[in-house]
C-alpha cells in the first residue's frame, strides 16, 4: 500500500476554518500503528483509530499549544477526534485519534467533513498570542538589563502557560512586564501570519531567528507570526487577529533555576 502524502495544514493558512471537506488517506487501528507513533497517543487503546486526511483544520499538539479536538463526518456515521499528533515516523502526516460513534468506520478516498471544537481553538489561540506577547514584553523591557538574555522556549497550556528565558529575571521586574504586557495588548497590535525564505530573516537582521533547515520542507518557506510593533517569532501555532483578542493577561510569577527563568501566566 502507497505511503499516504504530506498532510496539508489548512489551519496554517487560515485559523478561521472551523469546518473542512477533506479525503481520507488512511485509517489505522491504534493496536497497528507504529510503537513510536502510539508512543505519541499517553490515552490510546485498542479501541481508538488514528485517521489520516489529505488536508486538516486539526492543530496538532505542538509548539506549546495543545492539540485540537473535534469530529469527523463521513457517510455512514461521525469519529470523535479525542488528539492529533505529527506522525513520528512519516514526515509531515497528521494523526487524528479517536473513536467511532457507532460501528461504521471511514474508508480510503470517501470525503469527510472535519469539525473542530471552536470555542478550545479561541483558547487557544489567545494563550499562544498571549505568549507571544509577553516574550516580546520581556525582551523589549529586559534585553540590555539581564546577562547572556535570550527567549527558550514557552508552554501555552491552559493550566501551566508560561515562557522561559536564559538569564535570572528578578522578581522585583514583575510589576514593570505586567505594565508592558498591558500595554502591548491595549494597542491592539496586529498579528500577521507570514512566509519567510532565510533572506527575509536576514534582510530584517534576524539571523537568529533562522529556523534549522531540516524543519521546513525543501523548497518551502518558514512560517512566521508577525506582532507588527513588537516581534517576529517562527511559528506553526493558531493566533487571534490583534493583541487586544488575547484579553487580560497576568503574569503570575518568575520563578528561577540553573540560571534561567521562567515568567508563567495565565488569559481571563
Not at 486526511?53 to 463521513?74: A, L, N, Y
Not at 473513536?99 to 469527510?112: H, K, L, P, Q
Request: with cysteine; net charge negative; aromatic share 8%.
Amino acid at each position: 500500500m502507497a505511503t499516504p502524502a504530506r498532510t496539508f495544514l489548512a489551519f496554517q493558512h487560515d485559523a478561521h476554518l472551523h469546518t473542512l471537506e477533506t479525503v481520507v488517506t488512511a485509517v489505522i487501528p491504534f493496536p497497528a500503528l507504529a510503537e513510536s507513533d502510539r508512543q505519541l497517543f499517553k490515552d490510546g487503546t485498542e479501541n481508538h483509530h488514528a485517521i489520516i486526511t489529505e488536508k486538516t483544520i486539526f492543530h496538532p499538539q505542538g509548539g506549546g499549544q495543545p492539540s485540537d479536538t473535534g469530529v469527523m463526518r463521513g457517510p455512514a456515521g461521525t469519529f470523535t477526534v479525542t488528539a492529533v499528533r505529527m506522525s513520528a515516523t512519516q514526515d509531515g502526516q497528521v494523526l487524528h485519534l479517536g473513536f467511532y460513534d457507532n460501528a461504521s468506520s471511514f474508508s480510503v478516498g470517501e470525503t469527510i467533513q472535519q469539525t473542530i471544537d471552536g470555542d478550545k481553538r479561541m483558547l487557544f489561540s489567545r494563550l499562544h498570542t498571549a505568549g507571544h506577547v509577553l516574550g516580546a514584553a520581556v525582551r523589549h523591557l529586559l534585553e540590555k538589563e539581564v546577562e547572556n538574555f535570550d527567549e527558550l522556549k514557552a508552554s501555552h497550556f491552559p493550566d501551566s502557560a508560561a515562557c522561559e528565558f536564559q538569564g535570572t529575571i528578578e522578581g522585583k521586574w514583575k510589576d514593570s512586564i505586567q505594565k508592558r504586557l498591558d500595554e502591548y495588548i491595549a494597542a491592539k497590535m496586529p498579528v500577521q501570519v507570514e512566509w519567510w525564505d532565510e533572506d527575509d530573516f536576514r534582510m530584517r537582521g534576524l539571523e537568529r531567528l533562522i529556523p534549522d533547515p531540516s524543519l521546513v520542507p525543501s523548497g518551502e518557506k518558514s512560517r512566521v507570526v508577525n506582532i507588527v510593533g513588537a516581534e517576529v517569532y517562527p511559528c506553526g501555532g493558531t493566533h487571534v487577529d490583534t493583541t487586544d483578542l488575547c484579553g487580560p493577561t497576568t503574569v503570575k510569577k518568575i520563578s528561577r533555576k540553573s540560571g534561567n527563568s521562567r515568567v508563567s501566566y495565565v488569559v481571563n
